[in-house]
Each structure stands twice: as C-alpha cells, then as structure tokens.
Nanobody
Framework: QVQLVESGGGLVQPGGSLTLSCAASGSIFARITMAWYRQAPGKQRESVATITSGGHTNYADSVKGRFTISRDNAKNMLYLQMNSLKPEDTAVYYC?????????WGQGTQVTVSS
C-alpha cells in the first residue's frame, strides 16, 4: 500500500552535514506522523526523530540540537537535516510511520561518519 524510498546518505567526515530524503507514496502520508529511524551494525533499530502531520517534532536525546526533521506534505516528502555528525551516527537510516509503522520498510540509506 505504501512505498518508502530513502536517499541522500553517504560518507561524511565528523562535524559534517548531510540531508536525507524520504519519498512516500500514497495519500495517507499527509495525515500521519512520520519518523526517521536508524539501525547501526549489531544494534536494534531506533527512532531518532518524529514529526506530526501538522509539523510538531520530537527528537531522541542523542540527536537533539543537531538533527532537524521536516516534511512537505504537498510533495509527500520527509527530510532529515543532520549537522555536526559524529561517528556514532553511522547507521542505515529509514523512514516510516511514527505512531504506526507500515509493514514494508524501504531499503534505507547508509550514513557513514568517518575520518
């Protein structure tokens, strides 16, 4: 029912910045809370940021002050602006619903923070 496509990841040095994008299909996008998740090697997937349909945001303590989640409902797009990146931010980043997750996850986009 819903297709999620993450993009924008890559290799960046500590302290650098990167912007991730998530293209979501379906008219449901504009009506639901969305979130960015990440999964590091050997770790469980964790939520790092959420945004309601109206634009209210929440962040995990580990990224607060460094990451900014935003959305463009007219374009069915979700974004994550990441600044002051640290090696511990290295992970595969995914988008999905924030309150309800869809059964199918996208392929994710790899973010590697390294010197």
């Amino acid at each position: 029912q819903v297709q999620l496509v993450e993009s924008g990841g890559g290799l960046v040095q500590p302290g650098g910045s990167l912007t991730l994008s998530c293209a979501a299909s379906g008219s449901i996008f504009a009506r639901i809370t969305m979130a960015w998740y990440r999964q590091a090697p050997g770790k469980q997937r964790e939520s790092v940021a959420t945004i309601t349909s109206g634009g209210h945001t929440n962040y995990a303590d580990s990224v607060k002050g460094r990451f900014t989640i935003s959305r463009d409902n007219a374009k069915n797009m979700l974004y994550l602006q990441m600044n002051s990146l640290k090696p511990e931010d290295t992970a595969v980043y995914y988008c999905n619903g924030g309150d309800w997750v869809f059964g199918s996850w996208g392929q994710g986009t790899q973010v590697t923070v390294s010197s």
